[in-house]
Every structure is written in structure tokens, then in C-alpha cells.
């Protein structure tokens, strides 16, 4: 193995991956450095991949990637102890070409990535981790891992490492340290099912895929969400919760947070019979615009979840994972033509972002974290009240309706004041708007 590439890239999660494949297909000398056993290993992600991004990276990669299904209802749930409100949309339209996107197991769907990346011509190392960086004075020129002899030399180091980048700490690129506020700790179970139950319990005809995102007592209240997949012959099963807000409640731990998600009224009957054979545990970057690293020095880039590109609102993360891999390619090989890894060559992976969806969706979001921790009824007493109130105005017990509508009004306000909702009317939309 030479000592000496083109680009490094720590990290082979769908950012790694992206970039590793377009700068490989432009016969530059690129070398993946994993710390897992195969890329995929550690990556939590629900499973949901979407279509326009991915395709942007490899043309109808759905005709020979593992996908699982093509997702044609998406639902939210607002769960209260027995019972939910259910929205959605569904769609046969997304069933068909070229669909919207798809449910997938990552260790799957990664393995599959990295094979093509690797007949690109780039160059994948497993189970290696790197410690720091290589200095020539000033200038970083490769890095270090713990191998014998594992220097490794480049003109560029993108970094994909996931959250909590330790060696963007390193360059000062991100704070030591990222607040408690800032990261989600997620659990998930693949559970295995049949592919007929699956598809009778969640009305699915053969192929077609369903998700359910769950908000309110499913996470005791907490800021975070639980979630349903389904996939070929199994469903993926999990939910993430804010670390500040799990710290506070002592002696809870994120599996027991599943199990009660998993033990609701309208949860149990969808995994039934089923059987648990694959748990994951994970941090996720939560803190969106505002607790963004800086993206770029001189020979230096950060790309998703180390640069914490994740719209939680929307259950956007792999978009911008590999959106953000195919910005740092296009620059680095811009960078590569000229000769100049500077800080204000790479500074145009920043303005590709900016001027992308990433961080216009990202920046219009940056204040719902803040506004949501800070005001945690959002997660508890609202799916409650709403619960309760349809039980009230669905209940057929001879009381008129006008008078019905008292009744919730009276519950509703005698928990939260006239003023207190208004104001909340106002912070909703002031931050989603």
C-alpha cells in the first residue's frame, strides 16, 4: 500500500462513501479509513434513503442496491399512554418509478456502497482508526492510525467520521466537547416478520413500504421521537431521545424507552410474533445550524454528521450526508486541477452547501431546538390534549357537541392557560415559518 493518496477520507458512512465514489470515478488516488468491521457496522440510522440524492451519486443505483421497499405512506403518530392521533400521506405514485425513497438496512445498503466505491478504484481499509494528524510544520499532510507503520500522506483529508468528530476537535474546527443539548442518543431493533404479516398489517401490496414516526409518551415525554420501518421481511424499530433531557431522568436507559414504545396499545399488534435479531445504539447530531462546525481549513473538509447536516423536523440525514459528500468531491477536485488545498479553495464546499438545500433548510430550522427544549410541553402535553380531546368529541354518549366542545375547552385550559397556548401558537410558527 502506498503511503501517499491523493485524498483521505475517515470515515465510510453514506458521506465518506459519496465522496470516496465521485473522486474515485474521476481517477483521483483516494483511501477510505473505517474503524468498523465493514462500513455500516455502527450506523443506527433508521433506514430510510432517498431517492434524488442518492441517484445524483449513482444513476438508478435502486435496479442493483439492496433497497428493501419503496416507502408509499409516511404516518406520525402523537401517542398518549393508550391511544394516538395518527396524520400522514400516502402515495401510489411513490410505489412506481422514480420513487421517492426507500427503506434500508445499512449494513446492507453500506456494504453494497462501499463495493462500488471500491470498483471505482478507491482504495477501503477496515477496523483501523485514526489518532491524528501529520504535521510538515503548520500544514497537515496526512494522518495517523494505530497500524504498524500506518502513516498515510495526502493533499486532502475529508473528514466523515460521524458526530462527536474528534479529530475536527483536533484542527479546531469544532468545540471540545458538544453539549448534551445538541446530541440524541438512539436505540434499534431489527425485529424479523414475515413479509405477508408485514404487508397485512401495515395494508402494503408486495414491494411497497410504510413508515410511522411516533412523538409524545413513546419517548416518556421527551424531546424525540420513536419510529416504525418496514423492510423486505423485517421492520426496523427504534427511537431517539435528546442526551440533556435522558440525563434528567435518572435510572432510565434508552432500551427501556424502546420497550415501553414497543409495549403501547398500537404498537404491539404491528410486531407481534416478530423476533428481535439485531440491536444498535448510537449518538446523532441534533444540533442543527447552530451548532455546526467550521467546514473547511487548508487541506481539511467536514462532511455530514461531523458537520452536524441533520434536519430532524424532517427525518433528513442520509439527503445530506451524501449531498454534503458529493459538495466536498466536486471541490476537492476543483482544488486538485489547481494545485491549491487552501482554506479559500476549500472555502467553496461552504458555498455550495449555502447555496443547496442543506443549509437553507438547516438555517430556517436553527431555532427549533432551542425553542423546543426550552418549552417541553411540545412533546408531552400537547399529544396528550389532542388525544384526549378527540376521545371526548368521538365519544357518542348523547351530550351535544357544542357542549362537548366546552368540556375539552375547559380540560385544555385548566392544564395550560388561553395566554400560555397563544404564545405557543406564536413560537411554532415563528420557528417552522
Known amino acids: 500500500m502506498s503511503d501517499k493518496f491523493d485524498v483521505i477520507i475517515v470515515g465510510a458512512g453514506p458521506s465518506g462513501l459519496a465522496a470516496g465514489y465521485m473522486l474515485a470515478k474521476e481517477g483521483m488516488d483516494v483511501i477510505i479509513v473505517e474503524r468498523g468491521d465493514h462500513p455500516g457496522t455502527k450506523n443506527v440510522m433508521g433506514g430510510v434513503l432517498y431517492r434524488q440524492p442518492t441517484e445524483e451519486i449513482i444513476p438508478k443505483f435502486w435496479e ?6 419503496a416507502i408509499v405512506e409516511q404516518r406520525m403518530w402523537l401517542v398518549d399512554k393508550e391511544s394516538v392521533v395518527t396524520l400522514g400521506h400516502r402515495s401510489k405514485g411513490f410505489g412506481t418509478e422514480p420513487y ?8 446492507k445498503f453500506d456494504r453494497w456502497f462501499a463495493e462500488q466505491v471500491v470498483d471505482a478504484g478507491a482504495l477501503l481499509i477496515t477496523e483501523t482508526v485514526v489518532e491524528d494528524f501529520l504535521y510538515d510544520g503548520s500544514r497537515i499532510v496526512g494522518v495517523k492510525t494505530g497500524r504498524e507503520q500506518g502513516d498515510i500522506r495526502a493533499n486532502v483529508i475529508i473528514l466523515a467520521e460521524g458526530v462527536n468528530s474528534l479529530l475536527a476537535q483536533k484542527v479546531g474546527l469544532q468545540r471540545d466537547g458538544i453539549n ?4 440524541a ?9 414475515p ?10 401490496e408486495e414491494g411497497e413500504g410504510a413508515t410511522i414516526e411516533l412523538v409524545g409518551d413513546s419517548t416518556f415525554g421527551m424531546m424525540g421521537t420513536g419510529f416504525i420501518y418496514t423492510n423486505k421481511d423485517s421492520l426496523s424499530v427504534g427511537c431517539g431521545v435528546l442526551v440533556s433531557q435522558l440525563v434528567e431522568h435518572e435510572g432510565l436507559n434508552p432500551n427501556e424507552i424502546l420497550e415501553h414504545m414497543k409495549s403501547h396499545p398500537a404498537v404491539k399488534p404491528l410486531l407481534q410474533g416478530g423476533e428481535s435479531n439485531e440491536y444498535l445504539a448510537h449518538m446523532i447530531p441534533e444540533g442543527g445550524y447552530r451548532a455546526m462546525p467550521k467546514l473547511y481549513r487548508d487541506n481539511v473538509l467536514v ?3 461531523a458537520a452536524m447536516l441533520c434536519n430532524g423536523i424532517h427525518r433528513e440525514g442520509s439527503n445530506m450526508a451524501l449531498t454534503s459528500g458529493k ?28 447555496k443547496s438545500f442543506v443549509l437553507k433548510d438547516l438555517k430556517k430550522y436553527q431555532n427549533v431546538g432551542v425553542v423546543m427544549e426550552r418549552n417541553r410541553h411540545f412533546f408531552s402535553f400537547y399529544p396528550h390534549a389532542v388525544n384526549a380531546a378527540l376521545e371526548e368529541f368521538l365519544t357518542v354518549d348523547s351530550v351535544p357537541k357544542k357542549e362537548k366542545q366546552q368540556r375539552i375547552w375547559n380540560e385544555v385550559t385548566s392544564q395550560r392557560s388561553k395566554y400560555e397556548i397563544i404564545k405557543d401558537l406564536y413560537r411554532g410558527w415563528r420557528v417552522m415559518g
Open 64 to 69: 442493483k442496491a439492496p433497497v428493501e421497499r
Open 100 to 107: 421517492n425513497n426507500f427503506t434500508v438496512l445499512r449494513a
Open 180 to 183: 448534551s443539548s445538541e446530541l
Open 185 to 193: 442518543v438512539a436505540v434499534k431493533e431489527i425485529i424479523t416478520l
Open 195 to 204: 413479509k405477508e404479516k408485514i404487508e397485512d398489517r401495515f395494508n402494503l
Open 303 to 305: 462532511v455530514g454528521d
Open 327 to 354: 459538495f466536498a468531491a466536486e471541490t476537492v477536485i476543483a482544488a486538485h486541477q489547481r494545485g491549491d488545498y487552501s482554506a479559500g479553495m476549500l472555502s467553496e464546499y461552504q458555498s455550495k452547501l449555502e
